[in-house]
């Protein structure tokens, strides 16, 4: 690898950052406060920008149960939960992170009939009375359409599932992600691209907060059950507009599967099915996902406000995050 005298500048920076901070990343969490009556299942509310009034549906971010909800906030300028709170949208987080019961059918329902549920009504009341557009990553977007599917009821305006797991259990393998050599082969080659490094960097932080997140090991524990509880015909009854986006190298969620999924979703009244580059995180938070699947979401997100009106939010904060 030549470098330009340029690129020696910015690797020589960089080297320099590693060397005097550890890191060339801002890890930063986008600033967010809890909102009251969710204590045994947390949800907060992100800080708009200053002089920046939020409106539209509350945007709902789902995780994983059994991963971080870090994956939407991996670092400033490479964040999926800043870039949604910096276009104007009223954003939530839920952040349930109790392992749940033993069994994966009674953890699956604590889930679907009171963990979710929950969330989106106090969301919905926090709101002033506005449905909610969920969004899911992996399970996470599972999770949300089988909550539309089962309470018909609920405040729920849309459902944004990316790269939604649904393999059985003969063959449920989520990928880790991967370090060492390869994650050095990766930083040497590309030593002079700062936000390259820092994504890298981002990833790495997630991958080492998973590994001691209460809930790790549950997602293969839930993917190799979620058929037991009747995920195909729950699909159909789903009566929400869904957008489901798929990585074109997602190993856990390929997009066949997901495709798939979507030819379900018989009661939907509308179903857009988009494929984005990226691995399974990748396609939620990789630096390609900006231009295209967060730009897939605005554009959802932006019909939601066509659909649901744009009344503003004024409510004051309370304890941060």
């Not at 020696?8 to 060339?24: E, I, M």
């Not at 992100?46 to 939407?72: I, N």
């Not at 009171?114 to 506005?130: F, N, T």
């Not at 399974?280 to 967060?294: E, I, N, Q």
Request: with cysteine; charged share 20%.
């Amino acid at each position: 690898m030549i470098l330009s005298p340029a690129g020696l500048r910015s690797a020589a920076a960089n080297v320099t950052a590693k060397l005097l901070y550890g890191q060339v990343a801002d890890l930063r969490r986008t600033p967010a406060d809890r909102i009251e009556g969710t204590s045994r299942s947390p949800v907060y509310r992100y800080r708009p920008p200053e002089g920046l009034v939020p409106a539209g549906p509350p945007v709902l971010f789902v995780p994983s149960p059994g991963a971080p909800a870090r994956c939407y906030d991996l670092r400033r300028g490479g964040s999926l939960a800043e870039h949604v709170v910096g276009a104007g949208r009223l954003t939530y987080l839920l952040d349930h992170r109790r392992a749940g019961p033993p069994d994966p059918g009674e953890a699956l329902a604590e889930w679907v009939g009171e963990i979710l549920p929950s969330a989106v009504r106090r969301v919905s009341d926090d709101a002033g009375g506005q449905p909610v557009q969920l969004v899911g990553w992996c399970l996470g977007g599972v999770l949300a359409l089988l909550s539309a599917a089962v309470d018909p009821g609920l405040p729920i305006a849309s459902v944004a599932a990316i790269a939604p797991v649904t393999v059985d259990r003969r063959t449920a393998v989520l990928p880790t992600l991967t370090g060492g050599l390869l994650r050095t082969t990766a930083v040497l080659a590309r030593i002079d691209d700062r936000d390259h490094l820092a994504h890298l960097e981002a990833v790495d932080h997630f991958a080492a907060t998973s590994a001691v997140h209460p809930g790790r090991g549950l997602n293969e524990t839930y993917a190799a059950h979620i058929q037991d509880i009747g995920l195909p015909g729950a699909l159909h009854r789903v009566a929400v507009p869904v957008l489901a986006i798929a990585g074109s190298g997602d190993r856990a969620a390929p997009a066949k599967a997901v495709r798939a999924l979507t030819l379900r979703l018989r009661s939907a009244p509308q179903v857009r099915f988009e494929i984005a580059p990226g691995d399974h995180l990748g396609v939620l938070t990789g630096r390609a996902a900006r231009a295209t699947t967060w730009a897939h979401l605005d554009r959802w997100l932006d019909e939601g406000i066509i659909r649901h009106g744009i009344r503003p939010h004024r409510r004051e904060v309370a304890a941060g995050l």
